[in-house]
C-alpha cells in the first residue's frame, strides 16, 4: 500500500468535472440539444401480448397536415437484430425487426409516426387502422415450458450468431452450465443438505431521463444520432444492422445521460429516429413518457432458483447446486449473459468442492428483460446468501464466522471462472486482491454485530434484527471487451484526453482524467475531456460489466504514459541529458541531478514550433485477462412491526473492497446509490399484471422506489486493497453494492421474527404472511433440511 501513499491525483477525492456545468443548469442532456425544427416521434404500441397483424392502414395518418412520415412493418426494411448493446457476435438472439408483423408483448411496436407537433403526432396514430389475430399469449415460464406451448418466435428467419443451443420452438432461448465434482452424491453423503426454491422479480431502473434521442443529417447526408446510450458504439453497429446502412454512414454522439444503471445498454429509439430523418430530411426527436418506460424500457429479468447446498457439521462448505430459469420476456437480449452471471460471479465466492449449475433462459409475452445493474449476480446472491444464512442456524454458528471460514483468498481459483463465459468458456484466473475478511470485520464493528440476538429471545410487537450478506462482482469481461484511449499535448501544457468510455453519471469522465493526470504527473484541470463521440473518439465497449475504471482506465493509463515518455524526450533533447536521467514532476521535466527543468508549457512549444518539430500524442487500446471481483459485506439493522409486517431499515452498513479507490468521494457516491437501488428493490419494487399481461402499475404514483425521504444511515467503509492489474491497483465499484439489499434484510427479518421468505419484494402484507405461518409452524424453517 505504499504505492498508494504516493499518489497525488487518484485516490483524492478532486471534484467532478462536470459538476460546474451542471450545477449551473447549462444544456447537456440530449432533450437539451435538440434542434429547433425538428419532428416529434411518436409510437403506436401494441394492446396484445400475442397476435398477428393481419391488416394495417396507415394511408389517414399520412394524410392528416402536419404528419411527415408513417412507418410499420409494411414499409420498412427486415433486417432481423438485436437491441442489446454487446459486444460482436453477440450472445444473444437476432429476434427482432425495426417493425415486425407479429406483436409478442404488450407495449410491442406496431408503428410510429413523425409530426410537426407532439399533438399531431399523436391525432395521427389513432388513424392508424390495425386488424389483430389474437394468439394465446404465454405469461409465466411454466407457460413457456409445458409440451405444445404457443411457439412465440416462430418467424423463419430468426437466429443467434454464436454456436449455444437455441430452440426457439420450445421458447428456450439459451441454456449454460457446468459442473465439478458429483453433488447429487454429496447431497446424500453430507453431514448437512439444504434443499429450497427462491424467486427474484422484475424491477424497472427508473433512471430520471427517460430513454431520448434525435437523428438528423449532416452536409454530406450521414446520420447524426445525439443518444441518451451507454454504448454509442455498439448502437451504431446495431443501427447499421437494423437499417441495412454501412456503419460509416452513421455517426453516435452521447451528451451527459441524467441515469441508466443499465436501462440504457439498449437500441430501442435510434433506429427510428434515424429511418424518420432519413425519410423527411428533418431532424426527429423522441422522448418515451415515463408510462412508455415502464411499459416498452427494458425491466430487470426475473428468475427462479432452486438451490441446493452442503455442509460438514462444523460448518465446511462442500457442495452447491444452482438451477436458473431466466424469464427474458418477448425478446431474448441479454438473457444468456444473465443467467450466466448468476453462475460467474456468485458461485466462486465460497470455496465448494462440488458444483452444480445449470441457467436455462425461455421466452415469455412479458416485458422484456435486459441489462440492469448487478446483472444476474443481484438476483443469485439472494438465494446463495439466504441459504448460507440458513445453514449457520442449522449448526448454531454464527453467520458472520460460517462466511470467514469458507470465503475465497488470495492467490486462490474457482473451476467456475474458466467453465463460464459470455456465450463461451470463461478465462481461469486467481484472485489478486481481496479484502473481504476485513470487510466482515470492520462491518461487523460499525453495526454492532457482538450483540446480535436470536430470534427465540425477540419478542414483543417491534422486533429488531441483524442480517449479513457477503459479495463479489468482476471488473470487465475478460478477452472479449475493449477499450482504448488518446491524448494529445496543447501549448500550454494542458491535454485533450479523448476516450470512446461512457460517463452516465457515475463520474467515470472525472476518473478517468484523473488516471491521465497522475500518469502524466500534472493536475486533472490540465485534462480537457471528450468522451464518447464515434467519429472523434477511440473505440470503447461502452459503460457495462463494471469495466470503466478497470478496462477504459488502463487504457487511458497507457496512453498517458506513452505520452510521458514523448515529453521526456524532447525534454532530453532540451536540457542535453538522456531521457533515463530525467523525470517528470508536477507539470515539469526536470533532470534528477538537479541541473535544470523545463515546464510542460516550454516542451509543447519547443515540440510544435523549434527544432525536431511533432505532436505529442499517442493512443492505446487494452483487453484484460482476468476479472478481478471487488468485495463485500453488507448488514442490516432493521426493526419489523409484527402486527403490521412493515420493514424499517435504520441502518445499513456496506464495506467495500475496490482495490484503490481512485476518486473515494465517487467510490462512497456510487456505493450509497447502489445500496438504496438494492433496499428499494427488496422492499418495495413490483411489476403488477393484469389477467392479459399488461402492468397496470405502470407510473411514478403506482411503482413505487424509495427516494431520500426513505433512506436509512448508509455507513459506507472503503477497504484499500491494491489490484495489480488495474490502473494505479483499481477494481471495480460500481455494480457489487446493489447485490447486498434483497439477502441482508431477508435475513435480517429472520434474525428479527424467525420468518424465513424465499421471494421478495418484503412488502407489509407478505412479511405478516410469513410471520403468521412462522407463528403457527415454527419449525418451518427446519423442515427441508437434513442432519445425517
Request: hydrophobic residues 40%.
Amino acid at each position: 500500500m505504499d504505492k498508494v501513499k504516493s499518489f497525488k491525483v487518484v485516490n483524492k477525492s478532486v471534484d467532478k468535472t462536470d459538476s460546474m456545468q451542471l450545477a449551473l443548469g447549462k444544456p447537456s442532456f440530449v432533450a437539451d440539444l435538440v434542434p429547433p425544427d425538428s419532428l416529434i416521434v411518436k409510437m403506436l404500441w401494441s394492446p396484445h401480448p400475442h397476435a398477428l397483424i393481419k391488416s394495417i392502414d396507415i394511408s389517414a395518418a399520412e394524410a392528416m397536415p402536419g404528419v411527415r412520415c408513417v412507418l410499420c412493418h409494411e414499409n420498412v426494411p427486415r433486417h432481423l437484430h438485436l437491441t442489446a448493446g454487446q459486444g460482436y457476435p453477440e450472445p444473444s438472439p437476432y429476434d427482432t425487426a425495426v417493425f415486425d408483423y407479429k406483436v409478442r408483448c404488450v407495449g410491442d411496436r406496431v408503428a410510429a409516426v413523425a409530426a410537426e407537433t407532439a399533438e399531431i403526432a399523436e391525432a395521427a396514430l389513432k388513424k392508424v387502422q390495425v386488424e389483430y389475430e389474437l394468439l394465446e399469449p404465454v405469461l409465466s415460464i411454466e407457460d413457456a415450458l409445458r409440451d405444445g406451448a404457443p411457439v412465440i418466435h416462430d418467424e423463419p428467419d430468426v437466429s443467434h450468431p454464436l454456436p449455444v443451443p437455441f430452440q426457439p420452438e420450445k421458447n428456450i432461448v439459451a441454456e449454460v452450465g457446468m459442473k465439478e465434482g458429483d453433488l447429487e452424491r454429496e447431497m446424500e453423503a453430507a453431514d448437512y443438505a439444504f434443499d429450497h426454491g427462491y424467486d427474484t422479480p422484475y424491477a424497472q431502473h427508473v433512471p430520471i431521463e427517460t430513454h431520448v434521442c434525435f437523428a438528423y443529417l449532416d452536409a454530406s447526408d450521414r446520420v447524426v444520432i445525439c443518444a441518451s446510450t451507454q454504448v454509442p458504439f455498439h448502437c451504431r453497429r446495431i443501427v447499421a444492422q437494423a437499417l441495412g446502412l454501412p456503419v460509416k454512414k452513421i455517426r453516435i454522439i452521447k451528451p451527459r445521460i441524467g441515469g441508466g444503471f443499465g436501462s440504457k445498454q439498449e437500441m430501442l429509439l435510434e433506429d427510428v429516429c434515424a429511418l424518420m430523418a432519413l425519410r423527411t430530411r428533418r431532424p426527429c426527436f423522441w422522448q418515451l413518457t415515463r408510462e412508455e418506460n415502464f411499459l416498452y424500457g427494458r425491466t430487470r429479468h426475473p428468475i427462479h432458483f432452486r438451490l441446493r447446498t452442503t455442509m460438514t457439521g462444523d460448518g465446511e462448505l462442500t457442495g452447491i447446486g444452482m438451477d436458473a430459469i431466466c424469464n427474458t420476456g418477448a425478446y431474448g437480449g441479454h438473457g444468456l449473459p444473465v443467467v450466466g452471471c448468476c453462475g460467474s460471479k456468485v458461485l466462486p465466492l465460497y470455496r465448494w468442492k462440488h458444483i452444480h449449475f445449470d441457467g436455462k433462459v425461455v421466452y415469455t409475452n412479458l416485458p422484456v428483460g435486459g441489462a440492469y445493474r448487478g446483472f444476474g449476480a443481484t438476483q443469485a446472491y439472494f438465494a446463495v446468501e439466504s441459504q448460507l444464512d440458513e445453514m449457520s442456524y442449522a449448526i448454531d454458528m454464527d453467520p458472520l464466522e460460517l462466511r470467514l471460514k469458507n470465503h475465497i483468498q488470495e492467490g486462490e481459483g474457482s473451476p467456475v471462472f474458466a467453465a463460464l463465459g459470455e456465450g463461451k468458456a470463461g478465462v481461469e484466473m486467481t484472485i489478486g486482491s481481496c479484502g473481504l475478511s476485513e470487510c466482515l470485520r470492520l462491518g461487523a464493528e460499525e453495526i454492532g454485530w457482538s450483540g446480535r440476538t436470536l430470534p427465540s429471545e425477540k419478542s414483543g410487537r417491534y422486533r429488531r434484527g441483524l442480517g449479513l450478506a457477503c459479495l463479489m462482482q468482476g471488473s470487465s469481461i475478460p478477452e472479449i471487451d475493449m477499450g482504448a484511449a488518446s491524448i494529445k499535448m496543447n501549448e500550454d501544457g494542458s491535454f485533450n484526453l479523448l476516450f470512446g468510455a461512457t460517463d452516465l453519471g457515475t463520474g467515470a469522465d472525472t476518473v478517468l482524467a484523473q488516471i491521465a493526470a497522475e500518469e502524466l504527473s500534472t493536475t486533472v484541470d490540465k485534462m480537457l475531456v471528450y468522451a464518447s463521440d464515434t467519429d472523434l473518439t477511440p473505440f470503447d465497449v461502452g459503460a457495462y460489466a463494471s469495466s470503466t475504471t478497470y478496462l477504459s482506465g488502463e487504457a487511458v493509463r497507457k496512453a498517458a504514459a506513452k505520452v510521458k515518455q514523448q515529453i521526456l524526450g524532447v525534454a532530453a533533447e532540451m536540457l542535453d541529458k538522456a531521457p533515463a536521467e530525467l523525470t517528470a514532476v508536477d507539470a515539469k521535466v526536470v533532470a534528477k541531478d538537479g541541473s535544470g527543468e523545463v515546464t510542460y508549457s516550454q516542451v509543447a512549444l519547443y515540440s510544435l514550433y523549434e527544432r525536431n518539430q511533432f505532436q505529442i500524442m499517442d493512443v492505446a487500446s487494452h483487453i484484460t485477462h482476468k476479472s478481478p471481483p471487488p468485495f463485500a459485506a453488507h448488514y442490516v439493522d432493521l426493526v419489523v412491526d409484527t402486527l403490521t409486517g412493515k420493514v424499517k431499515v435504520e441502518k445499513y452498513v456496506a464495506a467495500i473492497d475496490c482495490g484503490t479507490a481512485i476518486n473515494p468521494k465517487l467510490a462512497e457516491g456510487q456505493t450509497e446509490g447502489a445500496v438504496m437501488n438494492g433496499v428499494s428493490y427488496a422492499l418495495c419494487e413490483e411489476y403488477l399484471f393484469d389477467s392479459k399481461g399488461a402492468m397496470t402499475n405502470a407510473s411514478m404514483q403506482n411503482y413505487h422506489i424509495h427516494s431520500l425521504r426513505d433512506k436509512p444511515k448508509i455507513k459506507t467503509i472503503l477497504v484499500p486493497s491494491y489490484e495489480d492489474t488495474g490502473p494505479f491497483g483499481a477494481k471495480s465499484v460500481s455494480e457489487i453494492s446493489i447485490n447486498g439489499g434483497a439477502p441482508a434484510i431477508g435475513n435480517a427479518i429472520f434474525n428479527a421474527t424467525g420468518a424465513r421468505l424465499r421471494r421478495f419484494p418484503f412488502t407489509p402484507e407478505s412479511v405478516w404472511r410469513a410471520i403468521q405461518e412462522q407463528t403457527a409452524s415454527p419449525s418451518r424453517s427446519r423442515e427441508t433440511v437434513r442432519s445425517a
